[in-house]
C-alpha cells in the first residue's frame, strides 16, 4: 500500500481559475496525499491578471506554462493542461494527478485520469460543477483551505491564544443546521448501515471510507469540523464510543432516546466486565447444614443400634454358661 511519502502526483494548476495566495495552504492540503513530484501552473503569464503569480511561482519551485491565447473567447490554456496531463500519463511515473480548476472542460480529463487507474485529486471553488466534482476521487474546496490560513494567521498574531487556535468557529455549523443537511444525514446514515455489526455499531473509518466513495466532495471541514467524529457527535443523531482496542465505533441513535441515556447506553457498550455466576441464595447455608446433620443422624443411629444388641448379648453368654458339661 503506497503512502503519502511514496506516492508521487502531478500538480496541475488552471493560472486563470485560481488565485496565487491559495498555493501554500493548497500545497500544504496536497502534501497529505503524496509528493508533489511536478508542479506546473498554466496561464499567459503576460496578461495583467496574472502578475500576482510570479511570487507564489518562485516561491514554491512551480513551473510556468505560458500559453498565449491565440483568439478571443478560446481558452487555450485548457488545452494546453489537457495535454500535458496525458504526456504525463503515459510517460510519468506518477500514482495521481492534482487537478487546481473550478472548469467543467477538465471533467474528461478526471475521468480518463481515473480509466487509466491514476487517483485524482480535484481542488476548485464552491461554484465548481458537479460534473467535475463526481469526476474526482476526492475534491476539496478551496474555501476550506482559506479558513485554515486565516486561522492560523490569526493565532499567530495574537499570540496563539486559545480563541485564536480555535480551527473556523464563525464557520461551524450548530446541530440544527447539520439536521436539516438532508444530505449529509443519509450518506452518514448508509455508512453506518452498511458497515455495522449485529448490535448496529460501526467503525469510524469505515463509515468515512464509505461516505467518502458516495461523495467525493464529502469533508468535515465544509461543515466547520475538523474531524469526522466530531461531526458525527454535533449532530446528536448517532451514538459514539470509545472502545478499548477497537477505536471509535458509532451507531444511530435509537429513536425516543435522549442525550444523556445515549452517553450511558455507549459507555455501558464499551466496557464488558466478566461477571460469575452466583451460587443460589441459601444453597451455602442449606449445605453446610446437611453436611452437619449427617454425621449427627449417623451417630445417632449408631447408639440406638448398640443399646438395643446389649441385653440380647449378655442373655446370650449366660445361656452358654449353663450349657456347659456335667
Same mark, same amino acid.
Given at each position: 500500500?503506497?503512502?503519502?511519502?511514496?506516492?508521487?502526483?502531478?500538480?496541475?494548476?488552471?493560472?486563470?481559475?485560481?488565485?496565487?495566495?491559495?498555493?501554500?495552504?493548497?500545497?500544504?492540503?496536497?502534501?497529505?496525499?503524496?509528493?508533489?513530484?511536478?508542479?506546473?501552473?498554466?496561464?499567459?503569464?503576460?496578461?495583467?491578471?496574472?502578475?500576482?503569480?510570479?511570487?507564489?511561482?518562485?516561491?514554491?519551485?512551480?513551473?510556468?506554462?505560458?500559453?498565449?491565447?491565440?483568439?478571443?473567447?478560446?481558452?487555450?490554456?485548457?488545452?494546453?493542461?489537457?495535454?500535458?496531463?496525458?504526456?504525463?500519463?503515459?510517460?510519468?511515473?506518477?500514482?495521481?494527478?492534482?487537478?487546481?480548476?473550478?472548469?467543467?472542460?477538465?471533467?474528461?480529463?478526471?475521468?480518463?485520469?481515473?480509466?487509466?487507474?491514476?487517483?485524482?485529486?480535484?481542488?476548485?471553488?464552491?461554484?465548481?460543477?458537479?460534473?467535475?466534482?463526481?469526476?474526482?476521487?476526492?475534491?476539496?474546496?478551496?474555501?476550506?483551505?482559506?479558513?485554515?490560513?486565516?486561522? /492560523?494567521?490569526?493565532?499567530?498574531? !495574537?499570540?496563539? *491564544?486559545? +480563541?485564536?487556535? @480555535?480551527? #473556523? =468557529?464563525?464557520? $461551524?455549523? %450548530?446541530?440544527?443546521?447539520?439536521?436539516?443537511?438532508?444530505?449529509?444525514?443519509?450518506?452518514?446514515?448508509?455508512?453506518?448501515?452498511?458497515?455495522?455489526?449485529?448490535?448496529?455499531?460501526?467503525?469510524?473509518?469505515?463509515?468515512?471510507?464509505?461516505?467518502?466513495?458516495?461523495?467525493?466532495?464529502?469533508?468535515?471541514?465544509?461543515?466547520?469540523?475538523?474531524?469526522?467524529?466530531?461531526?458525527?457527535?454535533?449532530?446528536?443523531?448517532?451514538?459514539?464510543?470509545?472502545?478499548?482496542?477497537?477505536?471509535?465505533?458509532?451507531?444511530?441513535?435509537?429513536?425516543?432516546?435522549?442525550?444523556?441515556?445515549?452517553?450511558?447506553?455507549?459507555?455501558?457498550?464499551?466496557?464488558?466486565?466478566?461477571?460469575?455466576?452466583?451460587?443460589?441464595?441459601?444453597?451455602?447455608?442449606?449445605?453446610?447444614?446437611?453436611?452437619?446433620?449427617?454425621?449427627?443422624? /449417623?451417630?445417632?443411629?449408631?447408639? !440406638?443400634?448398640? *443399646?438395643? +444388641?446389649?441385653? @440380647?448379648? #449378655? =442373655?446370650?453368654? $449366660?445361656? %452358654?454358661?449353663?450349657?456347659?458339661?456335667?
Amino acid at each position: 500500500m503506497a503512502t503519502p511519502d511514496s506516492t508521487r502526483l502531478a500538480v496541475l494548476i488552471d493560472g486563470d481559475n485560481t488565485t496565487p495566495t491559495i498555493i501554500e495552504a493548497l500545497l500544504a492540503e496536497i502534501a497529505k496525499y503524496g509528493s508533489a513530484t511536478v508542479k506546473r501552473a498554466y496561464g499567459d503569464w503576460t496578461t495583467p491578471n496574472l502578475r500576482g503569480w510570479k511570487e507564489a511561482i518562485n516561491a514554491h519551485a512551480i513551473q510556468p506554462m505560458q500559453q498565449f491565447a491565440y483568439t478571443t473567447g478560446k481558452n487555450a490554456t485548457d488545452s494546453a493542461l489537457i495535454i500535458d496531463a496525458m504526456d504525463l500519463l503515459y510517460t510519468g511515473n506518477l500514482d495521481g494527478f492534482c487537478l487546481v480548476s473550478s472548469d467543467s472542460d477538465f471533467t474528461k480529463l478526471a475521468s480518463r485520469l481515473r480509466e487509466s487507474g491514476k487517483t485524482v485529486y480535484g481542488f476548485g471553488e464552491p461554484k465548481t460543477p458537479k460534473s467535475l466534482v463526481a469526476a474526482c476521487d476526492k475534491f476539496v474546496y478551496l474555501d476550506v483551505l482559506r479558513r485554515a490560513e486565516k486561522s /492560523e494567521q490569526s493565532g499567530e498574531e !495574537t499570540g496563539g *491564544a486559545e +480563541e485564536a487556535r @480555535a480551527p #473556523r =468557529a464563525p464557520s $461551524r455549523r %450548530t446541530t440544527a443546521q447539520l439536521r436539516s443537511d438532508a444530505t449529509l444525514v443519509r450518506l452518514l446514515r448508509e455508512g453506518i448501515d452498511a458497515s455495522s455489526d449485529d448490535e448496529g455499531w460501526a467503525h469510524l473509518g469505515g463509515v468515512g471510507t464509505y461516505v467518502a466513495k458516495q461523495a467525493s466532495d464529502f469533508d468535515p471541514r465544509n461543515w466547520g469540523y475538523a474531524k469526522l467524529v466530531d461531526l458525527v457527535a454535533a449532530i446528536e443523531l448517532f451514538d459514539v464510543k470509545r472502545a478499548s482496542g477497537q477505536g471509535v465505533q458509532v451507531r444511530e441513535r435509537p429513536k425516543g432516546q435522549t442525550k444523556g441515556a445515549a452517553k450511558a447506553a455507549a459507555a455501558s457498550s464499551a466496557e464488558k466486565p466478566a461477571t460469575k455466576t452466583a451460587a443460589p441464595e441459601g444453597a451455602s447455608t442449606r449445605s453446610s447444614k446437611k453436611a452437619t446433620e449427617k454425621p449427627t443422624q /449417623e451417630g445417632t443411629e449408631k447408639s !440406638t443400634e448398640t *443399646a438395643a +444388641e446389649k441385653p @440380647a448379648k #449378655r =442373655a446370650s453368654k $449366660r445361656a %452358654t454358661r449353663g450349657s456347659g458339661p456335667a
